[in-house]
């Protein structure tokens, strides 16, 4: 399932409510974000989202920045607080999540194609797709 959180009018309620439904029919969830924003990646997440997708990934410094959101110490600085998360997996939470969640960037401009090698090398980074910029 593909949830649109950058051009739909969704609400983190929304979104949670998506996440849901496809845990219960048992299908991976892909929610896409509408900005580099380390708490609202982190929150999708928390929810239980399967992806994250991010749009307009121009450099490599940002696609840093959102694999530090995205994924848990010492690969990146994401944190938790969200009790689903630990009834869903228990205390191997973060092992599993780092593992079962996927960070996707988007490629947009001129300059994210002359950097995609770069930021798709990039540990913990996940996919790079074209977005449509």
């Avoid at 439904?21 to 997440?45: C, E, W």
């Avoid at 960070?103 to 540990?123: H, K, W």
Wanted: a neutral charge.
């Amino acid at each position: 399932m593909w949830v649109d959180g950058q051009h739909g009018e969704l609400g983190y309620q929304d979104i949670l409510g998506l996440v849901r439904t496809s845990d219960l029919i048992r299908r991976p969830v892909f929610v896409r974000v509408a900005s580099h924003d380390y708490g609202k990646i982190g929150r999708v997440l928390d929810m239980g989202a399967t992806a994250v997708i991010v749009p307009c990934v121009d450099t490599v410094e940002q696609a840093r920045q959102l694999v530090f959101a995205a994924k848990f110490p010492p690969l990146g600085g994401r944190s938790y607080g969200s009790r689903r998360s630990i009834d869903l997996y228990g205390r191997r939470f973060v092992e599993k999540a780092d593992v079962e969640t996927l960070l996707v960037v988007q490629i947009e401009t001129p300059l994210a194609i002359t950097n995609a090698d770069e930021i798709a090398a990039l540990p913990g980074g996940g996919r790079v797709v074209p977005g449509s910029g």
